[in-house]
């Protein structure tokens, strides 16, 4: 038996060998883990991803939050309507875009809160539009740029700063987001594990 096979230095070098394999293959796993996440919160969110990682300053951040809100939504009642609760509110948007013609942003304001309570009779249950938007974007990522872009004419409208051109685009969005929310089903996609 030779007794340099057990020196100290060699048995500390192969440690040392193994920890350094064992935390190039923790880190090799966590790696494709972030690029698994990622990939999967990109698909889900699609253009929102983005604007996440822009309004968090970073893209682990953007992802914490994005998961918060899958987390939050799945919490959520969030459901599509039926055929009986549909009806009323596409007798409601002909009756505000008849009225659009001679009252353009009282239209586009009542537009916004009929926006608001087909959100609410789903299940997005914020209060707040940045939580509404949030939500929305969780399960119906595409109308969440949209549905911001109406809201902002809508502000701009309540301090009467807005074109009849504003206003008339901001419809055309409400009319898409209805279309939309009227005749969707809930996504049900549950995240990555």
């Given at each position: 038996m030779n007794i340099n096979a057990y020196s100290p230095?060699?048995?500390?070098?192969?440690?040392?060998?193994?920890?350094?394999?064992?935390?190039?293959?923790?880190?090799g796993v966590s790696r494709l883990r972030s690029r698994?996440?990622?990939?999967?919160?990109?698909?889900r969110f699609g253009p929102e991803y983005d604007v996440a990682v822009r309004e968090y300053g970073s893209r682990p951040k953007a992802e914490d939050a994005l998961e918060a809100?899958?987390?939050?939504?799945?919490a959520l009642p969030v459901r599509a309507l039926e055929e009986s609760e549909r009806r009323p509110y596409l007798a409601e948007w002909e009756t505000i875009?008849?009225?659009?013609?001679?009252?353009p942003r009282g239209a586009i304001i009542e537009a916004d809160e009929m926006m608001n309570r087909i959100l609410t009779a789903r299940g997005y249950l914020g209060a707040r539009f940045d939580q509404r938007i949030a939500d929305l974007s969780v399960n119906h990522a595409r109308l969440a740029d949209p549905y911001r872009r109406a809201n902002a004419v809508v502000?701009?409208?309540?301090r009467n700063e807005a074109t009849t051109e504003e206003l008339r685009g901001a419809m055309i969005l409400y009319r898409a987001l209805l279309d939309e929310l009227l005749?969707?089903?809930?996504v049900t996609m549950r995240r990555a594990a």
């Open positions: 230095q060699i048995i500390l070098g192969t440690c040392i060998a193994v920890l350094v394999i064992m935390l190039l293959i923790v880190l698994n996440r990622t990939a999967v919160l990109r698909e809100r899958l987390r939050h939504v799945d875009q008849a009225r659009f013609v001679d009252h502000v701009k409208a309540g005749r969707a089903k809930t």
